[in-house]
């Protein structure tokens, strides 16, 4: 019996590529559900910033027509418009490039090409991947922001639009929505996918990353970018030591951000994991504030030429942003760098007791409104790290929207992250 | 009296800077003197892609009855064909990208220009800052190369045509031709000065640096794009401890560059300078190797709308450097991640012997030809180590071609390796 439309839009990317793999589904069948789900929802949602359904269509047909192209042969995949595109304008969130077409593809852009990928549109990202927010609403609750700043691409895959999205994260970007709209984010270790082409905030945070709807897929879709074969191959039996940390913004956690923690907690001790509680020392706490002076440092220098000829068209939020980014200089970079040589030789210590740390994905449920895209402060310090992190879904909150739990592990174990987040994922749904 | 054109062009930016500040020379004067030199010498030294006399004048007589801008007013300025500008096409050394006329000037272009620099042109770069060079000749000897990939940079700044100009390094593109054009090249470390808008080659090496004709200039010039005022404020006492290193490479440089190393060293020993020689350990060394694989395997991933949508425009030496690096993954980065921590551990102790260490900058004298710019052997450790370095001009060669030694000091010292350097500079040229 052929699967529906409905059926369609319900399966993982892995499975679908299988299925195409094989020639038991066509990505023409498989792009027309998601199409179809796009025109239902996208009105409410406002995940897309544009998406060309004709393009999309004779790409798939070509893909069923012609050979096997790679990996991502066939899954729908949404990109955030922070990405160069060949065939669609780049705005990057910003009224400066509101009709800027760059002439090339971003790098991880033509790598998921290369592989197959078929890319339906543009997902919509706030203000240069910083605070001030786009129009995109939560798949769960069309009043509730979807977190930033890949707010389409977090949502397009939650509202199963798309079973692949591309993010990046500079503080907390891809993990943030992620747990927002109930879906599974991957932020890799610092340097393996390329940026060439992401418009850059800051150099030593931007990250480019995954969504999807389970762990299997953004290993799948990360993969490729990051020419990382053995990500599509997981072994199936790690089982993770857990470091167990309520960090030092615990109390900014709503309560049910915190029952749905120490829920996933009581999950896992009886599922056998072994767990560690873990206070952070306070050279690494104190990466939080090192973060966001480095993000303002960094996106000061960054947005140079915007500053120099378009001040008028950055919100005031990001100019603050700027002009405090100005006062940070040379001195403080050196201070910011000791700072972090010192508490990733702290923590690489931590990591010898434990496979990896488990902490909230952010504050709570996604707030109501869609001035803000939430507080980024529970990933900052992973971020500037450079670790490998993900946010795994763990059910809802009382407000009927999805929480997450983020899991990290040491600088470069993206194999083992992902494994391990694996395992957690499939006991976290078979105890469900 | 006033200064003679030639007077001009012989004055460092600093010195111009100075007299600009203190409106004792017009930006008019200064720019006219430099274009006068470039319509001399261009025909034979092509290092120009692209320059704009008209637009130049312009912009001088705006700075001349306008307010100060900044540290760089009135100077003028080469900018590499490997940064975007809003005002020139930007080639990146591709017939992909001949006619590409960005909407945005690359982040320390914008830099340079709020602090007043004048831009007055596009100079050659190779292919995308590889080994596959364009049509610059050694201003010293029309029959060799200027080294690459910063070419036309550095021939520009040799032939006296701007005082400043803006290269890269991901190899040894900064430090090679200004040793081969006999001027001074800084390579800061990595990270200080922000890539976005630089066509990217490799992520983890590639870094934008400054030539010039003295110490003082490039400090002068990176000062601006790093946002770090206290390089332009050395303080002048620095006599350096000095590793001397004469690497694994010595055999292949040249007779007369061995012979110039060791007259550089007998002078500095008998100027009092603590010498100590310097062997470099085995994970050292073999840095060179990793350095050539992150960046094959780094160019295949940036690369890859190139590679996907224009293969036959890229030269075949090209082709071969991305087919290299496509059969390097994620484990072989693991290595030499693991490769560069443990030679950073090893370099790190050797630094509290010495402050600098001091190297060959290139074989020798710039080969004859133009169809190849040179080995970087001297440098790919100390890209891959992201430790600042200069090159510093130490007289010529028996074919009447520069030769130069290179200093490397710890990774974020850059402002005591400024002031060393210009230490080392101010001996060479008292002793000279």
Chains 1, 2 share one sequence.
């Not at 949602?45 to 069923?64: E, K, N, P, S």
């Not at 020419?227 to 109390?251: M, S, Y």
């Not at 670790?387 to 999805?402: H, I, R």
Request: some cysteine; glycine content about 8%.
């Amino acid at each position: 019996m052929p699967l529906s439309s409905h059926d369609l839009t319900q399966l993982t990317a892995s499975a679908a590529a299988r299925l195409l793999q094989r020639r038991e589904l066509t990505a023409q069948a498989l792009l027309q559900a998601c199409l179809a789900c796009i025109e239902r929802h996208e009105p409410d949602i406002l995940a897309w910033r544009q998406y060309d359904a004709g393009r999309a269509m004779q790409l798939a047909r070509q893909l069923d027509q012609g050979p096997l192209r790679g990996p991502l042969h066939g899954p729908p995949l949404g990109v955030k418009d922070l990405f160069d595109t060949r065939d669609f304008p780049s705005g990057y969130g910003s009224p400066i490039y509101q009709h800027h077409q760059p002439v090339n593809d971003a790098a991880a852009v033509a790598l998921c090409r290369q592989a197959g990928a078929i890319v339906v549109g543009k997902t919509v990202t706030t203000e240069f991947a910083t605070f001030t927010p786009g129009p995109t609403r939560n798949p769960h609750n069309h009043q509730h922001t979807p977190g930033g700043s890949s707010s389409g691409s977090a949502a397009a895959v939650g509202a199963h639009m798309v079973p692949l999205a591309l993010g990046t994260q500079t503080a907390a970007s891809i993990i943030r929505p992620a747990a927002y709209c109930g879906v599974v984010g991957f932020k890799p270790s610092f340097g393996l996918i390329p940026r060439a082409g992401v418009k850059s905030l800051s150099e030593s945070l931007d990250t480019v990353g995954a969504f999807g709807r389970c762990v299997e897929d953004v290993a799948l879709l990360a993969s490729v970018m990051a020419n990382a074969p053995q990500w599509r191959e997981l072994p199936d039996d790690r089982k993770p030591r857990i470091g167990v940390c309520r960090t030092a913004h615990w109390d900014s956690a709503s309560p049910a951000a915190q029952r749905a923690f120490e829920t996933t907690v009581g999950r896992l001790h009886e599922a056998g994991v072994h767990l560690v509680d873990v206070t952070l020392t306070q050279a690494v706490c104190a990466l939080s504030q090192a973060h966001d002076e480095v993000m303002c440092a960094e996106a000061f220098k960054a947005l140079a030429d915007e500053r120099l000829n378009h001040p008028q068209l950055l919100s005031e939020r990001l100019q603050a942003m700027l002009e405090r980014g100005s006062r940070i200089t040379y001195e403080h970079t050196l201070q910011h760098r000791a700072q972090l040589a010192s508490a990733r030789h702290q923590l690489g210590r931590g990591f010898a007791d434990y496979d990896l740390l488990m902490t909230p994905s952010a504050c709570g449920e996604a707030e109501q409104g869609l001035e803000r895209t939430g507080d980024p402060m529970f990933s900052r310090i992973w971020s500037l790290m450079g670790l490998p992190s993900l946010n795994l879904p763990v059910g809802f909150g009382p407000q009927g929207l999805p929480l997450g739990i983020q899991v990290i592990g040491p600088v470069l174990s993206d194999t083992a992250t992902l494994a391990f987040a694996r395992w957690i994922e499939q006991k976290l749904a078979i105890d469900a």
